[in-house]
């Protein structure tokens, strides 16, 4: 084929692209979690390890480091979960750096991408269970729209709440009763909660946050929720406890 031939056929290809396009249509999205281990490691190509070894070091020294334990492996699942109640508490936990008392916190399921593994925890796997750019904080809902989101939980089937939130939902997603502090909700009141601005934005079907009010939202990178963990581990680490957390009832389906 000469140039001026190859030449055509990528003018013909290009032309021919937006035709293709239009005639195309999306018919379903899915989505799947790819766990990349030692599986991928059978037939190692030697030129490709030399490359990325430097780029390999660099990267552990980021992400070996180990920032506490845990006393069993903490997995996350609806309608509650170790993993879950253990983020949602930490929200609350980190509450006091930022003057703020809240009440409650909420940290959605949809935000933990992995489980922290039983042992040593390092700062990687912190970061496998929250990769994302989400900062905590701080908004006021009144107690109707406080009941109108523990009704949106609800409908998902569970999202990780604080300790002191007791809710019960039915099997088909509807909300029977909730309770915070032991105490039944009060419409007219007014709650501070915890939470990640994705979700103080009404994200994951958590439209009931879009009706907060008195916002406190800090934008400083230290604000993320990966280091706030990694500080809470930390903190437990200095007093030579293991990070614990299980199923308390939370939540419960009936």
Known sequence: MTGKTMLLAALLAAMAMPMAAQRCAVGGVERTRLLVDSRYDVAPDSATE???????????????????????ELD???PESPLSNLLADILLWAAKDYG??????????GGMRASLPKGDVTYGDVLQVAP?????????LTGDA???????????????VSR????????DGRLKSARLGGKAIDPAAHYRIATIDYLAEGNDRLEAFKLKTALNAPRAKENDTRFIISAYFREKASRGQAVRAQVEGRIRVE
């Open 50 to 72: 030399a490359f990325m070894r430097p780029y390999a070091r660099v990267v552990d020294s980021i992400m070996s480091p180990v920032v506490g334990r845990t006393e069993a």
């Open 76 to 78: 996350v699942y609806r």
């Open 100 to 109: 703020e008392e809240p009440v409650m916190a909420v940290y959605n399921m």
């Open 132 to 140: 994302f750019e989400n900062k905590i904080c701080f908004l006021t």
């Open 146 to 160: 406080l009941l109108q989101l523990f009704g949106q939980m609800a409908a998902v089937g569970g999202e990780g």
């Open 164 to 171: 002191g939130v007791e809710l019960v939902i039915t099997p």
